[in-house]
T-cell receptor
Framework: GAVVSQHPSRVICKSGTSVKIECRSL??????MFWYRQFPKKSLMLMAT?????????EQGVEKDKFLINHASLTLSTLTVTSAHPEDSSFYIC?????????FGSGTRLTVV | DAKTTQPTSMDCAEGRAANLPCNHS???????VYWYRQIHSQGPQYIIH???NNETNEMASLIITEDRKSSTLILPHATLRDTAVYYC???????????FGAGTILRVKS
């Protein structure tokens, strides 16, 4: 079945630094990928839709300059959290679509200290 | 996409069938019912989806009412590893973003 690989699984960074999270579709091409964030005991919140070769579409209330998304190839999308602050600490999850629906990565636990 | 309503939580005895309901009274004719689950600190896992006919795979069965306004996900023999949050999502098939509601916390107990 379809596999989506997300790295890193955990990252701790200092406040003010930037962190890049990668999302790769391993055995299929994904023209569209999605990025979610999830706070403890809450549901997944869609942040943005990542389109290969074009600008990402951000959901209302999500700062595009804060969460930079790049989808340069059909198998890779990246999310960069810029100038991270403790309130950006969260669980970030990507997903990619194929002919069978959407497959999710295993998530990235970001802790900003 | 149509909204869904699910119970906040449910308990199920190990080995018994777990029946998780979902209401989607505003579903459109071209919208599918999808079920995903999320085990703690992992990404969501696809379970099953359907349009109007009942569906079954190796993980679960999906029963959709004739008017399509509600559905039930059935895990035939629940195990402790089925403890997770189960999300019922309604959307047009392919290419559309998945919007998650609160889901149902299923606790399987021995």
């Amino acid at each position: 079945g379809a596999v989506v690989s997300q790295h890193p699984s955990r990252v701790i960074c200092k406040s003010g630094t930037s962190v890049k999270i990668e999302c790769r579709s391993l055995d299929f091409q994904a023209t569209t990928m999605f990025w979610y964030r999830q706070f403890p005991k809450k549901s997944l919140m869609l942040m943005a839709t990542s389109n290969e070769g074009s600008k990402a579409t951000y959901e209302q209330g999500v700062e595009k300059d804060k969460f930079l998304i790049n989808h340069a190839s059909l198998t890779l999308s990246t999310l960069t959290v810029t100038s991270a602050h403790p309130e950006d600490s969260s669980f970030y999850i990507c997903s990619a679509g194929d002919n069978y629906g959407y497959t999710f990565g295993s998530g990235t636990r970001l802790t900003v200290v | 996409d149509a909204k869904t309503t699910q119970p906040t939580s449910m308990d199920c005895a190990e080995g018994r069938a777990a029946n998780l309901p979902c209401n989607h009274s505003t579903i459109s004719g071209n919208e599918y019912v999808y079920w995903y689950r999320q085990i703690h600190s992992q990404g969501p896992q696809y379970i099953i989806h359907g349009l109007k006919n009942n569906e079954t795979n190796e993980m679960a069965s999906l029963i959709i009412t004739e008017d399509r306004k509600s559905s039930t996900l059935i895990l035939p023999h629940a195990t402790l590893r089925d403890t997770a949050v189960y999300y019922c999502i309604v959307r047009v098939q392919y290419g559309n973003k998945l919007v998650f509601g609160a889901g149902t916390i299923l606790r399987v107990k021995s």
